[in-house]
T-cell receptor, first 114, second 115 residues
């Protein structure tokens, strides 16, 4: 079985401040980890993924995430948030060699205030 | 390159009617996935299909729900005799190959409302 936890329902941050969205996972074997963003009434947009290699992954729109195997975490970060980053963020996991279905966290709503 | 297309975007059905949701994957993608999102919740996997094959249907309800991805045409998610609890956003995603390392690309979703 695999699961993802996003412990914060909402994160509030002032524009220009650093943004962190937390994600922890539980999976047996090697995880493949993904971050997606969802704007109102839209589908999910892919931001970045960790498959193997460097633990720091850089993605779209200035986002990055750090894979930490010992803490089973994959937190999403952005050094300087923009108002346009306000959206719903989802972390997802697949287990290596266990099929293609993604297991999603419950989502974290990010509100960036001007 | 057009993205994943879903139609209709909004669908209203009365209890007991049938709902048909369509998904056209991105060009060159032969793997389709369906997910359901209930209000204020994350997405839940329903089914994974390749052309003419259901690969994984572990997330599909046992009754009333079915999915297909024919050789020609879009993938269809069919819900028979809809109930109010079926009201949700249904998202389709596609990927180019079977490799698990590929990300899935999502469509805009179909929002089903059962009255």
């Amino acid at each position: 079985a695999q699961s993802v936890a996003q412990p914060e329902d909402q994160v509030n941050v002032a524009e220009g401040n650093p943004l962190t969205v937390k994600c922890t996972y539980s999976v047996s074997g090697n995880p493949y980890l993904f971050w997606y963003v969802q704007y109102p009434n839209r589908g999910l947009q892919f931001l970045l993924k960790y498959i193997t290699g460097d633990n720091l992954v850089k993605g779209s729109y200035g986002f990055e995430a750090e894979f930490n195997k010992s803490q089973t975490s994959f937190h999403l970060k952005k050094p300087s948030a923009l108002v346009s980053d306000s959206a719903l963020y989802f972390c997802a996991v697949k287990r290596e060699a266990a099929g293609n279905k993604l297991t999603f966290g419950g989502g974290t709503r990010v509100l960036v205030k001007p | 390159n057009a993205g994943v297309m879903q139609n209709p975007r909004h669908l209203v059905r009365r209890r007991g009617q049938e709902a048909r949701l369509r998904c056209s994957p991105m060009k060159g993608h032969s793997h389709v996935y369906w997910y359901r999102q209930l209000p204020e919740e994350g997405l839940k996997f329903m089914v994974y299909l390749q052309k003419e094959n259901i690969i994984d249907e572990s997330g599909m309800p046992k009754e009333r729900f079915s999915a297909e991805f024919p050789k020609e045409g879009p993938s269809i998610l069919r819900i028979q005799q809809v109930v109010r609890g079926d009201s949700a956003a249904y998202f389709c995603a596609s990927s180019p190959l079977e490799s698990e390392s590929y990300e899935q690309y999502f469509g805009p979703g179909t929002r089903l409302t059962v009255t």
